[in-house]
């Protein structure tokens, strides 16, 4: 009996060892390509930006969420209240004050409380700039590359009060 045990370990043993070697071949060494390198170097730095984006904190994640709503507020209010027409207009009527106040002989008075009128009439990004009840008003704007089936001069403006975007 206790041969029989015995054999039947000796051969689970033998066994087994044989399994391990021949299941065991190490491959033989091939160098990476270039383009095998950078795509593992790719994988990795998606598992990284994977991991942050789980790591991220719910505060960051609705911090985001808010900043991206009072974004599409203030655009939604920009439009509304037409400023986005408003602006290029004020744009060019302050352009003018800045011509009127330089011309000789004709008394021209800028609106009450304007002061120190300053401005450029460049082609690509014109601005104006005054001073009204102790602050400093500037509008700058940029054209962009006209489209062919756009009719008008496209351009974005910005406004600053006293050396901050509004």
């Known amino acids: 009996m206790t041969n029989s045990v015995l054999?039947?370990?000796?051969?689970?043993?033998?066994?087994?060892?044989?399994?391990?070697?021949?299941?065991?071949?190490?491959?033989?060494?091939?160098?990476?390509?270039?383009?095998?390198?950078?795509?593992?170097?790719?994988?990795?730095?998606?598992?990284?930006?994977?991991?942050?984006?789980?790591?991220?904190?719910?505060?960051?994640?609705?911090?985001?969420?808010?900043?991206?709503?009072?974004?599409?507020?203030?655009?939604?209010w920009v439009t509304e209240t037409r400023l986005n027409v408003a602006v290029p207009e004020l744009l060019k009527i302050a352009q003018l004050w800045m011509g009127q106040s330089e011309r000789r002989g004709k008394k021209w008075q800028p609106p009450e409380g304007v002061t120190q009128i300053e401005g450029l009439d460049d082609a690509e990004s014109p601005w104006a700039a005054w001073q009204f009840n102790d602050q400093h008003w500037r509008i700058e704007a940029q054209r962009l590359p006209v489209i062919k089936d756009v009719v008008d001069d496209v351009e974005t403006c910005k406004v600053l009060l006293d050396q901050e975007v509004v």
């Open 7 to 76: 054999l039947v370990v000796v051969t689970a043993l033998v066994t087994g060892l044989i399994l391990h070697w021949t299941r065991y071949v190490p491959r033989p060494f091939k160098p990476l390509s270039h383009e095998e390198k950078e795509a593992g170097r790719a994988r990795d730095i998606g598992t990284q930006l994977d991991g942050a984006r789980d790591r991220a904190s719910l505060v960051e994640v609705e911090r985001n969420k808010l900043a991206l709503a009072k974004t599409v507020k203030a655009a939604l």
